[in-house]
T-cell receptor
Framework: ETGVTQSPTHLIKTRGQQVTLRCSSQ?????VSWYQQALGQGPQFIFQ???????GRGNFPPRFSGLQFPNYSSELNVNALELDDSALYLC???????????????FGPGTRLTVT | GESVGLHLPTLSVQEGDNSIINCAYS??????FIWYKQESGKGPQFIID?????DKRQGQRVTVLLNKTVKHLSLQIAATQPGDSAVYFC????????????FGKGTSLLVTP
């Protein structure tokens, strides 16, 4: 059984650019959630995808968008990057509807995004 | 707004001692409370969870206590080891939010020899 993987590990972008982060969910998990973790803070919920549809969203602007694919992998896209977007972006997968409860989420190692 | 917070930002304990990490929450609708451990450069790792209709749950070397009257959650680690050094987060979630996790700021646990 493979765990949650994310790519890339690190990324440096310039303010105003766009970025795409990728996540492969744990084997058998159909729900993916994305979190932003600023330095020294707890993760903040961005949005969740369940069976390829957005299933909840936190307090993040529309320039944060996502996709989930038929194999349950997911992308996080951020447009018009701002300096405050610099953070660790975490992906977590869980099994919805059947199997273990959805609150039991398994996190990937994260992508460290630096915006200059 | 609703929030999950921690009483202490840092905790230093000696190896072999017991550790207690505390957390306060304010969302009365929380269904589940979860403790995560995050080591440097890694994503949060699930430790233990507790449902809102329980007041205690035990795992391997860890115990979570829930006091709904005062909206307080604690994580007890028995016989703390150097490998326990990490940042610990409590999180709460409820079915209304689709089980999105609401994290607190974290407590840094340092285990000294």
């Amino acid at each position: 059984e493979t765990g949650v993987t994310q790519s890339p590990t690190h990324l440096i972008k310039t303010r105003g650019q766009q970025v795409t982060l990728r996540c492969s969910s744990q084997s058998g998990h159909n729900t993916v959630s994305w979190y932003q973790q600023a330095l020294g803070q707890g993760p903040q919920f961005i949005f969740q995808y369940y069976r390829e549809e957005e299933n909840g969203r936190g307090n993040f602007p529309p320039r944060f968008s996502g996709l989930q694919f038929p194999n349950y992998s997911s992308e996080l896209n951020v447009n018009a990057l701002e300096l405050d977007d610099s953070a660790l972006y975490l992906c977590a997968s869980s099994l919805g509807v059947t199997g273990p409860p959805r609150w039991e989420q398994y996190f990937g190692p994260g992508t460290r995004l630096t915006v200059t | 707004g609703e929030s999950v917070g921690l009483h202490l930002p840092t905790l230093s304990v000696q190896e072999g001692d017991n550790s207690i990490i505390n957390c306060a929450y304010s969302n009365s609708a929380s269904d589940y409370f979860i403790w995560y451990k995050q080591e440097s450069g890694k994503g949060p790792q699930f430790i233990i969870d507790i449902r809102s209709n329980m007041d205690k749950r035990q795992g391997q070397r860890v115990t979570v206590l829930l006091n709904k009257t005062v909206k307080h959650l604690s994580l007890q680690i028995a016989a703390t080891q150097p490998g326990d050094s990490a940042v610990y987060f409590c999180a709460e979630t409820d079915s209304n939010s689709g089980y999105a996790l609401n994290f607190g700021k974290g407590t840094s646990l340092l285990v000294t020899p």
